[in-house]
Structure formats: C-alpha cells, structure tokens
C-alpha cells in the first residue's frame, strides 16, 4: 500500500508512486529523466 497502492484516498498521499505521478503531472513532465533536471528552490522560513 506504502508503494503502489491501492489505497483508499486518491490524492497521491498514502502511496510514493501515486505521489510521484500526480506531482510530474501536476508540473506538466511526461517522464522522469525531464523531471529529474528541474532546479530545487529550497525557502528557509
């Protein structure tokens, strides 16, 4: 359930392979290796 699922919520919030597919599409990358060269802003707070 912790990797693929199925889980009962559908927002990518209980298994890490939803999470990472609803996050790629949700910036708009159709595969991983385009995913992985996006540059990381870390925001100290």
Excluded at 18 to 42: N, P
Aim: with cysteine; glycine share 8%.
């Amino acid at each position: 359930e912790i990797l693929t699922g199925p889980s009962h919520t559908s927002d990518g919030s209980m298994n890490l392979f939803g999470a990472l597919r609803r996050a790629m599409a949700t910036c708009g990358y159709s595969d991983v290796k385009e995913f992985q060269r996006v540059e990381v802003l870390i925001h100290r707070a």
